[in-house]
């Protein structure tokens, strides 16, 4: 169906965006605000949610996202709105400054709407652990959309926003990607900044998107990419028209398959779709190899000491005396322990008491720095392997999306949910996760692609390629 035919709600961003050139945004936030009013309390996509009012009256068609609605994860600091990680402990809590990525949308005309659920802290592969109840897939309201930014891909899929912003410390706009059936993409550690995402992993975090087509991803990274001097760890390097790299060509590319990622544990029905796409791309022309990732095995490991050690520190300033929640008591370390106590969820917790102990003396040397080391190895892995290929190709999920509580009791099966997803953090290289089949129960699977860092063109090429010439990306939930 043409753009004009279809609901507002259905449009890609720039589809959107070419509509609100001429018409205006109002017509298309109208559809996208009646829409995720409609769906909210049974997907619960969204903590927040108003009209979305464009920036800037007319002056808004002037700029590149004309005011289309964009939808942002509650880690994402947005200046003089609650933010709250999807925690108790950050009730209340409201941002004096926004995020350069929230900073630079507003500039480029976007209106913000609404801020999505997610797991507390991104601590999770579910959406489940958010203190404000969990999300749900829209294509089976009994299953999980993934985690964290579950919130931000559940709203892309069922069409309650255009297009998201995530955050991806061990998969976490990938998978959630994966389990919903739009496209995630988390670029390279560095290439967008982190001033304003409140901290999970801070050698990991990267904002990223969750978009209905790879062009969208494009449109977005356009935007907030690039060097910003308060974020020490951003890179300055040159950021290249993403859009423009959206040729229809895969011819002679070279795709490593590793071998570690078609293990046990990978459902057959994962397997075969990703198998599927493996054809697919070598009849567009692509040269297809095994590679070997020999460290990637010890990835989720690695990832569970080394995320959980900057998470517990990270976590440290949630107290009770500047953010959020303050439980009275009748002494200020009381005050600290009961805050605490009241404050932050169970796998917050075990993640705090986790990281404390890898970190502490005695143990640092065997865990902590341990860590660190087999992590150069997997970095290590990555650059010999690409040194043969340009890009790495793989499941982005071992299932697809699982029942609600399924996992829930069981951290160590719910951390592998990112077995493939942790590798690409660790080595801080591009990802993207797009759609690449479906379950027999219908259930959407994502196909991980993975380029060198600030290799984002390439990878975005190669997506969009093959989301074209399979077009799963035009089925869509019904609800
Ligand atoms: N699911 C992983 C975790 O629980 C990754 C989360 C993320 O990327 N924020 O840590």
């Known amino acids: ?57 007319t002056a808004v068609l002037q700029k590149p996202l004309c005011g289309v609605p964009v939808s942002i994860k509650d880690n994402i ?24 990525v929230v900073e630079k949308l507003k500039a480029n005309g976007a209106t913000l709407f609404g801020q999505c659920n997610m ?51 061990g998969g976490s706009i990938r998978q959630p990607a994966s389990l919903c059936g739009v496209v995630g993409f988390k670029p390279t550690y560095g290439r967008v900044s982190r001033y304003g995402l409140i901290a999970f992993g801070s050698s990991f975090d990267q904002i990223g998107t969750l978009t209905k087509t790879v062009e969208d991803s494009a449109i977005l990274l356009n935007v907030i990419s690039g060097h910003d001097p308060r974020d020490s760890t951003s890179a300055n390097q040159p950021v290249p028209d993403y859009t423009q790299a959206l040729k229809r060509d895969v011819q002679g590319l070279r795709i490593g398959c590793p071998k570690e990622f078609f293990v046990e544990g990978l459902d057959p029905e994962v397997a075969q779709s990703v198998e599927e796409a493996t054809r697919t791309l070598k009849k567009l022309g692509a040269q297809i190899k095994e590679v070997t990732l020999p460290h990637t095995p010890y990835s989720v490991a690695v990832y569970y000491i080394v995320a959980v050690a900057e998470a517990s520190s990270n976590l440290g300033r949630f107290d009770g005396v500047e953010y959020g929640l303050r439980v009275p008591a009748k002494d200020l370390r009381d005050m600290y322990f009961e805050t605490r106590d009241e404050g932050f969820g169970q ?45 790495i190709m793989g499941p982005t999920s071992p299932t697809a999306a699982f029942k609600l509580g399924e996992k829930a009791e069981d951290p160590l099966a719910m951390y592998l949910s990112d077995i493939f997803t942790i590798p690409a953090n660790l080595a801080g290289i591009p990802a993207v996760s797009v759609p690449c089949g479906f379950t027999r129960a219908g259930l959407p699977i994502g196909l991980q692609l993975m380029a060198r860092p600030f290799d984002e063109a390439l990878l975005l090429r190669a997506a969009h390629t093959f989301e074209q010439e399979t077009e799963f990306f035009k089925k869509m939930p019904v609800l």
Request: charged residues 25%; aromatic residues 10%; neutral net charge.
């Open 1 to 57: 169906m043409s753009e004009t035919t279809r609901p507002f709600y259905q449009l890609t961003l720039k589809e959107a965006i070419r509509i609100a050139q001429s018409k205006g945004p109002d017509e298309i936030l109208k559809a996208v605000w009646e829409r995720a009013q409609a769906l909210n309390p049974r997907v619960n996509a969204f903590l927040r949610l108003d009209s979305g009012k464009p920036a800037g009256g």
């Open 77 to 100: 600091c947005i200046q003089g709105v609650e933010t709250t990680c999807a925690s108790r402990i950050l009730k209340g809590h409201v941002p004096p400054y926004d995020a350069t």
């Open 119 to 169: 797991d507390e802290f991104a601590f999770g592969s579910s959406s489940e652990t958010s203190a404000y109840g969990v999300v749900r897939n829209p294509w089976d309201l009994e299953r999980v959309p993934g985690g964290s930014s579950g919130g931000s891909a559940a709203a892309v899929a069922a069409d309650m926003t255009l297009a998201a912003l995530g955050s991806d410390t």
């Open 347 to 391: 796998e917050a917790k075990r993640r705090i008491l986790l990281g404390t102990f890898v970190l502490s003396a005695g143990y640092y040397d065997a865990y902590y720095r341990k860590g660190q080391k087999v992590r150069t190895l997997v970095r290590d892995d990555f650059e010999k392997a690409f040194r043969e290929v340009d890009l």
